[in-house]
């Protein structure tokens, strides 16, 4: 069965933290995203990975970094979070070209 | 540029009628659209996808039609159930293009 996991699911943290959030995935997927979900916007892409150590920007990177160092697991930084960056998080994987699965999203406040 | 859009923040339905959900999209290069479902505190599940060389696919109670003239999709439920009661995105893609781009979502409530 698909599985992909995100470290927290509710976290809050404070102006100016550097926050981590980490996902995992089982199914030996090439390709990993990290998105957001703001109500009225929808998803909206932040990176993404298609193999280790690779990335690219999606749609809204500027405050994000990634880290892909392993092929299951995949990391997205806030170097210095900000009230803007109250969200829904969510992680997802997939082979080339395929659907896309998700984890469960990790709600960050940031106070 | 909202290169996908849901124009409907949701919809009410009565239980056992037909759900219908729209999704319109500028980007005349997509050729694979997807529609997932998300209930609240979970992560968006996949539903049902078309590819541009169709027009209509089905699985079980969910039906997509895809209207490229129009550059629309629609996503029909029948018969609507209360479990359906989420919210459903549309997303679109372009051959060769490992990522999706999401609308804004619809929030589907169905009343018993």
């Known amino acids: 069965d698909v599985k992909v996991t995100q470290s927290s699911r509710y976290l809050v943290k404070r102006t100016g933290e550097k926050v981590f959030l980490e996902c995992v995935q089982d199914?030996?997927?090439?390709?990993m995203f990290w998105y957001r979900q703001d109500p009225g916007l929808g998803l909206r892409l932040i990176y993404f990975?298609?193999?280790?150590?690779?990335?690219e920007k999606g749609d809204i990177p500027e405050g994000y970094s990634v880290s892909r160092e392993k092929k299951e697991r995949f990391s997205l930084i806030l170097e210095s979070a900000s009230t803007n960056q109250t969200s829904m998080y969510l992680c997802?994987?997939?082979?080339?070209?395929?659907?896309?699965?998700f984890g469960p999203g990790t709600r960050l406040t940031v106070t | 540029d909202q290169q996908v859009k849901q124009n409907s923040p949701s919809l009410s339905v009565q239980e056992g009628r037909i759900s219908i959900l729209n999704c319109d999209y500028t980007?005349?290069?997509?050729?694979?659209f997807l529609w997932y479902k998300k209930y609240p505190a979970e992560g968006p599940t996949f539903l049902i996808s078309?590819?541009?060389?169709?027009d209509k696919n089905e699985d079980g109670r969910f039906t997509v039609f895809l209207n490229k003239s129009a550059k629309h999709l629609s996503l029909h439920i029948v018969p609507s159930q209360p479990g359906d009661s989420a919210v459903y995105f549309c997303?679109?893609?372009?051959?060769?293009?490992?990522?999706?781009?999401f609308g804004q979502g619809t929030r589907l409530t169905i009343n018993p």
């Open positions: 997802a994987s997939s082979l080339p070209l395929l659907e896309q699965y």
């Open positions: 199914m030996d997927h090439e390709n």
């Open positions: 990975s298609y193999d280790v150590k690779m990335k």
């Open positions: 980007n005349s290069m997509f050729d694979y």
């Open positions: 078309i590819s541009s060389i169709k």
């Open positions: 997303a679109a893609n372009r051959w060769g293009a490992q990522k999706l781009v």
